[in-house]
C-alpha cells in the first residue's frame, strides 16, 4: 500500500493528462447547458421561436443524452473507452457547427439532440477514465477536480454566455466549442491509452429502443400537454405508451444476460440513493434555469451579460465549494454530503419565492447563494459514490446510469416544471384580465409583458401574473430536492466504496465493491 499523499507505483505517467482532457470535455458538452440558457431570448427572437421550441433547446439535447448514455456507457465498455469518448468529441463538435447554422427552431433542436448524442459517448466514459489511471488519495482529488469543473461550467457558462451572445451573437455560443473539441481530440489520442471490459458483450437494442422511446413519447407528452389538452387522444396515448414502454424495458433487462441497465445494481441502497439524488439535483435547481432566465431578461429586462452577472452568485458558489467537497469525501460519509447538498439546494429555492410584479432580481440572491452551495457540495460525491460502488470492469456503466438520471432529471424537469408553468401562467392571467385572453400561452409564457404592454395596468398585471406562476414553480422544485435529501439520508446508510478507494487503494475498492454484491 502507498504512504498517504503518495501515487501508488501503478498508476499512468499520463493520469493528468487524462484527466485535463476529460474535464475540458465534460466543461464544453455542460457549458453547453447553462451558456443557452442565458441565449434562449436571442435564440427566441432570432429564429421566431415560442416558448415550446425554447424548452426542447434545453430538451432535445437532454432528452439525446439521457437516451443513450447507458448505451455508451455499454459501447465503451465493449468497444474501448477512449474510442468512444473520442468518436462523442467529434461528433459534439461538427453538431455544434450545425447549431451555428441553423436557420430555424426544428433545425437547431435537431442539431442540439445530435449534439445530445455526442455528449453521451463523452459523459458516459468520462468517470470511467479517471477511475481507470487514478488509485488511492490520489482520486479523491480527481474526482474533486472533476466536480469542480462542472460547477465551473455553471460559473462561467451564464457571464460567457452573455459576453458572446451581447458582442458577438448566439450563434457564436456554439462555434467557440469547434477549437476546444479539435484540441481535446487532439490530447486524446495522443494521450488517453485503451481500456475496456473483457467480458463486455453486444449491445443491448431491446433495451436501448424501450428506453428511448418511452422517455421520448414523455417528454413530448409533458411539453405539449397545454397546448393540445391534457385529456386529448395524442396526449393521453403518448403518457400510456410511456408507461408501456418503461414496463418492457425493465423486462427486456431483467432478461439479458448483459443488460444496459444492470437492474442488480439497485438492490445496492447507496447506489439507488444517488440516483435518485442525481435526478433530484438536475430535476429541481438545473430544470428552473430556464425560468429564471426569461425571468431576468424578459420580465426584468436585463440583457444578456447584465443576466449572466447576476447569476454569478449562484453559480461561483459551486465552484467554490466542489473541491472542499471532493475532498471531504475522502472521511465524510456520502450521505452527509449528498443528502446536506440537497437540502440547501431545496433551501435556496423556497429562498427565492415570493416574488411579485415590483421585485427586483435581489430577491433572488438569497436563494442563489444557498443553492449555489449546495449543488457544489452535492456533486463530487455523487461521482465518487457512483463509480466506487461497482467493480472497476464495470465502471462505465455505472458512470452512465448516474448520468442517464442527471439527464433524465433535466429533461423531464424541464418539461414538467414548463407544463405547471404554463397552467399556472394561463390561470392567473385569464384572473387578471376578466376581459379575456385570446393570445395562446406560449405566445406570452415566455415573460415578455409587451403583449399586455397596451391595456392600462397591464404590464403590471401580467409581471404579477407571471411571477405568482414562477413561485409555483419554485415551490415545486423545492420539494423535489427536499425528497432528494431525505431519500439520500435513508438509502445512503453505509459507507460508500468510494471511500475506500481514495484511502486505501484499488484492491481495497474492488474488495468493498465485491463484498457490496
Known sequence: MAAEGTAPADQSPDRWWVLAVVCVAVFMLLLDITIVNVALPDIGRSLDANFTDLQWVIDAYALSLAALLLTAGTLADLLGRR????????????????????GTPTLLNLARGLQGIGGAAMFATSLALIAQVFHGAERGTAFGIWGATT??????????????????????????????????VWVTLRRVTESRDPGARGVDWAGLVTFSAALFLLVFALVRGNAEGWGSALIESFLVGAGVLLVLFVLVERHQDRPMLDLSLFRRPPFVGVSLAAFALSASMFSVFLYLTLYLQNALGY?????????????????????????????VPPQALIGGGLLLVGVGL????????????????????????????????????????????????????????RQVGIATGTAGLG??????????????????????????ANGDP??????????????????????????TAACVALAGSVLSLLLIRRPAPAAVTMAEGPRAAESAAAGGR
Open 83 to 102: 474510442l468512444v469518448f473520442t468518436a462523442g468529441l467529434v461528433l459534439f463538435t461538427l453538431a455544434s457547427i450545425l447549431c451555428a447554422s441553423a
Open 151 to 184: 460547477g465551473a461550467a455553471v460559473a462561467i457558462g451564464p457571464l460567457v454566455g452573455g459576453l458572446v451572445v451581447e458582442h458577438i451573437g448566439w450563434e457564436a455560443i456554439f462555434l467557440i466549442n469547434v477549437p476546444i473539441g479539435v484540441g481535446a
Open 303 to 331: 440583457g444578456p451579460l447584465e443576466t449572466g452577472l447576476r447569476f454569478l452568485p449562484i453559480t461561483v458558489l459551486s465552484f467554490v465549494v466542489a473541491p472542499v467537497a471532493g475532498k471531504l469525501s475522502a472521511r
Open 350 to 405: 423556497l429562498l427565492m419565492r415570493g416574488l411579485d410584479a415590483a421585485s427586483g432580481w435581489t430577491a433572488l440572491l438569497a436563494g442563489f447563494i444557498v443553492g449555489g452551495a449546495g449543488i457544489g457540495m452535492t456533486n463530487p460525491p455523487l461521482a465518487s459514490t457512483a463509480v466506487g460502488i461497482v467493480e472497476p470492469q464495470r465502471s462505465g456503466m455505472a458512470s452512465g446510469i448516474n448520468n442517464t438520471f
Open 419 to 444: 407544463a405547471l408553468f404554463q397552467h399556472l401562467l394561463e390561470v392567473r392571467v385569464t384572473d387578471a384580465f376578466p376581459g379575456g385572453v385570446r393570445l395562446p400561452v406560449e405566445a406570452y
Open 450 to 475: 409587451s403583449p399586455f404592454a397596451r391595456v392600462p395596468g397591464g404590464r403590471e398585471a401580467y409581471l404579477g401574473a407571471f411571477t405568482g406562476a414562477l413561485n409555483g414553480v419554485l415551490l
